[in-house]
């Protein structure tokens, strides 16, 4: 079963994403732990840096799709699902006080590849693999995901890496600015990074992460036509197609419909 | 005489600039045939992927400038052939439903540049050369344009690219983030990455390239006097001087009037 | 004792930061004469290029934190020297109509990096050091400094600099965008820059300037409260232990009031 592990060392938080046999994937029950999590944490004004990382070798997987037929079924638990679940689960952390370091092995794909993202700084093993391959899935990058990617590596590598659905290694990630750093021991050198970080101010440290927030330029809200037309996968033939191939490990064969 | 060749295979249609002897520079009737040729391939909903290419192993040089005389002569007609011709041309590459993938060897500059630039995926040849030695000519960017490559590629890079006006190799480009990838043969891996694209679900890929056009913020439009002050080079003696030294073949003598 | 150098040649002006054993930090007088002399070159419509440096192997060590506690000591101070006295001179630099390029040998930190982020080219000497280590100095980065910072690079690579306060070579330094080439002989390279833009059309170049600072997307400026909070810092126990442990070369200790 699914569980966030935390443990507290010299003021360094560390966050780990469990879920065995499954490369880690979040449930829902995972999102909601992590998004209560990273609010207690980011109210502990004790901490001066959390550390992000996944448990036996991997970062995380993404979602749980085996769960997609109860939680993600149709338009109204769709947006539920994305634009409740998972929007405040990577909002606690990117609207985290301290700073998050990410520290990715392994398979960092999806749902993970987003919370990696919402971390501050991210630093990989060189055999990670990233990617978001869910056109093969049918279904499109929520807004608010796309948001978010796009902000933090622009258009081109947003599209590239959705368009194609390649899983990618960690030497293209650090090109495409995904990640900022690989390091072979991804462990010892985010507790390095964690430690550099906890020497410093950390009112300093925090008021540069509310800065560099407020400094965001978003593009206006979806109206809710526009965010219905986002999530009109869900009632899509390709959305049916793709989820059921996917857990039948059979290729999908998508019509456009 | 210039032309777009369009072939469809497979679900996937290849367009091809093609403007023997003249390294595919685009005339205004070229400009006029891509913005056609790309708004009748975004109606059609049996596409999956467009691929855009040059033939005889170059992308494109840009604009015809041996045209300028006729149709880039002063204000109105600058104004028409940059926010009119090249501006709907460039729109309809950008606002494709379907994903569209450069794939650019040898040159690939000016007009041919910004083509590939409103692309979703370049692809390049190490021997590619990109640039835009507009300056050389008397004149800067137009503002469209301009904000294109902004959003794409940041204001340092777009700057460094227009100051100094050189010619750089693929390598450089990659390196400016003004493409994904390199490989040795272009058009090979190109289709590989259509077919990619092809195998997942349509309706999912034109989402995302619609969301990430979406979120797209973009200042307030220019006022009519700054566009009147963007375009005043074309009443100026260096741009005349520019464009009769680049068809005479002789360095140009410019003196800031 | 600070001052800097001007000196012009074929319509190429260059300026030299200099505070001979400071590593060419700038005093308060340094910062103002930088603002002067970039508004009178500005005004200098004969310029076509301005190259900007430091002396004796170095390009700036940022601010003179020596005078921290006459000119930066509370609130009123501090808010008057970031966003008056830096503010006006970075400004400068920034809305200057000639391009300007950064040769960077030595150190290039603190303030020093931010007068070369206010450049349109950075080229720099392999072996130069670029970082912002003001994490130990117990402040956060000045909004307008953060908003400027976040323009050139983005969100991700702006907090790694600020929360780790790591200082990095000049390899790291391209590879986060901070600086566009790397040259042995950086000044030679910078001239060869120089001449390259020269030889371009002035008007075209000013207006590519232009152009480009006319489609940043800012956010809305910052109300009173948040600007004093994020100058909260100035009257802090830790901004007090970093300044003296700074100035008496031992190591800080925070915490986080």
């Not at 003021?11 to 065995?20: E, F, R």
């Amino acid at each position: 079963m699914g569980a966030l592990l935390c443990d507290i060392r010299d003021s360094i938080a560390s966050v780990t994403l469990s879920n065995p046999g499954k490369l880690n994937a979040l449930d829902v029950a995972m999102w909601q732990q992590l998004q209560q999590l990273f609010s207690a944490l980011s109210a502990d004004t004790s901490l001066r840096c959390i550390i992000l990382r996944g448990t036996d070798g991997n970062f995380a997987a993404g979602a749980d799709i085996a769960e997609f037929a109860s939680v993600r079924h149709d338009l109204a638990s769709g947006m539920h699902y994305h634009n409740h679940t998972l929007a405040l689960a990577l909002q606690a952390i990117s609207d985290c006080l301290h700073p998050v370091v990410a520290a990715i092995d392994g398979v960092c794909v999806g749902g993970g590849l987003e919370i990696a993202c919402a971390a501050d700084i991210r630093i990989a093993a060189p055999s990670a693999r990233f990617g978001i391959p869910i056109n093969r899935l049918g279904f499109p990058l929520a807004p608010g995901e796309m948001q978010a990617l796009l902000a933090l590596v622009g258009p081109a590598v947003a599209l590239e890496i959705l368009l194609e659905g390649r899983v990618f290694d960690a030497a293209e990630a650090k090109d495409k600015g995904l990640i900022q750093r690989l390091a072979d021991d991804v462990h010892a050198e985010a507790q390095q990074t964690a430690t550099r970080i906890a020497r410093g101010a950390p009112l300093a440290a925090r008021m540069n992460k509310q800065l560099a927030r407020r400094f965001r330029v978003l593009a206006a809200p979806l109206s809710e036509e526009e965010m219905r037309a986002a999530f009109a996968f869900l009632e899509s033939i390709d959305y049916r197609e793709g989820v059921s191939s996917f857990l039948n490990k059979t290729p999908p064969r998508f019509t456009g419909s």
